[in-house]
């Protein structure tokens, strides 16, 4: 792991429910909770199909002594939503205190926030450092719908005529080429948000011509362009053929089958559980950001922890060797 955590026994302190389908989580944290910055996440001890797992969201400013998350409730959830959504207030918890992998700099002279859905959540805590330190921003928010965007009202206060709704339902979108387009010279952006927004928000940069370090994103592991389906791989020298349930990852698929991988973050940042495709008969829905635009569209290697297949089987190695 990149870091030592520090895991934590905690309570449900507060459940409240803040967007449709989205709800906040607020827990009574044993011990000292260091002050932490916006962008940071904690890992919690959740239970899927009676075996323990983990499960990563993203820290959200909170009381002195507190952690709170807000956790989108997915229609195919692979099980951390829904174990998530059936806690109760006063109810154990265990969870690991803040960790940054999506850090806010302080140097930029304005500051573009992007956030598509539940992308909301580590930019709701940027939105609110950067205002109270009156920086330069905008926060452009994306969502399918109004009901849909948490935090809506406490940031149309805070930031008043720079925040920019785009309502999906109502037909408005996301226009990155025009924002990159407007923003000032040496604008930093940082944006949150499902896939496809991700590889549009990278090309549109790129054809700006800025530079790549001011664009700073995150995805969440669990979106791609195509809906989960059920597929299967044949390992190569294990003589094993391994079903992926829609609600599963390959990467849980295989270590649940007994087969040992290596792997760290579990959020397609690392790589380190790429497998190599040798044959397939369906499409690889991409959900990493590690593997390169050209690596993706080669489609020869594949993050275990987060892509799969948009159905059939694969042929994969795994580096195993009798």
């Given at each position: 792991m990149r870091n030592r955590l520090d895991w934590r026994e905690a309570r449900v302190a507060e459940i409240r429910d803040i967007a449709e389908k989205v709800r906040l989580i607020s827990f009574e944290v044993d011990g000292k909770v260091p002050r932490f910055d916006p962008g940071s996440h904690v890992t919690v001890g959740v239970i899927i199909h009676g075996e323990p797992a983990i499960r990563t969201y993203t820290a959200l400013p909170a009381p002195a002594g507190q952690i709170a998350v807000a956790v989108k409730l997915h229609e195919q959830s692979r099980g951390g939503s829904r174990f998530m959504?059936?806690?109760?207030p006063g109810q154990a918890a265990r969870l690991t205190l803040p960790e940054n992998r999506f850090e806010l700099s302080w140097r930029a002279p304005h500051y573009l926030l992007v956030a598509g859905g539940i992308g909301i959540?580590?930019?709701y805590g940027m939105a609110q450092a950067l205002a109270a330190r009156r920086a330069s921003l905008r926060l452009v928010y994306g969502a399918r719908s109004r009901a849909q965007m948490a935090f809506v009202d406490e940031l149309a206060e805070l930031l008043g005529d720079r925040l920019a709704l785009c309502d999906n339902s109502a037909g408005a979108h996301v226009d990155l080429a025009a924002e990159f387009a407007a923003a000032p010279p040496e604008t930093e952006v940082y944006l949150c948000g499902p896939i496809g927004m991700l590889e549009a928000a990278k090309t549109a940069w790129q054809a700006s011509?800025?530079?790549?370090?001011?664009?700073?994103?995150?995805v969440f592991g669990d979106s791609g362009i195509h809906a989960e389906k059920r597929f299967s791989v044949d390992i190569v020298n294990r003589d094993l053929t391994i079903e992926v349930r829609p609600d599963e990852t390959l990467l849980d698929a295989l270590i649940g089958a007994g087969v040992e991988m290596i792997y760290d973050c579990q959020r397609g940042e690392c790589g380190l559980c790429a497998v190599k495709v040798l044959e397939r008969t369906g499409e690889i829905d991409h959900r990493d950001v590690f593997l390169s635009s050209a690596e993706k569209a080669e489609s020869d290697r594949m993050c275990a922890c987060v892509s799969r297949l948009t159905g059939d089987n694969a042929v994969i190695d795994i580096g195993y060797r009798r």
């Open positions: 959504w059936q806690l109760q959540t580590p930019i011509g800025r530079p790549l370090s001011r664009l700073r994103y995150e």
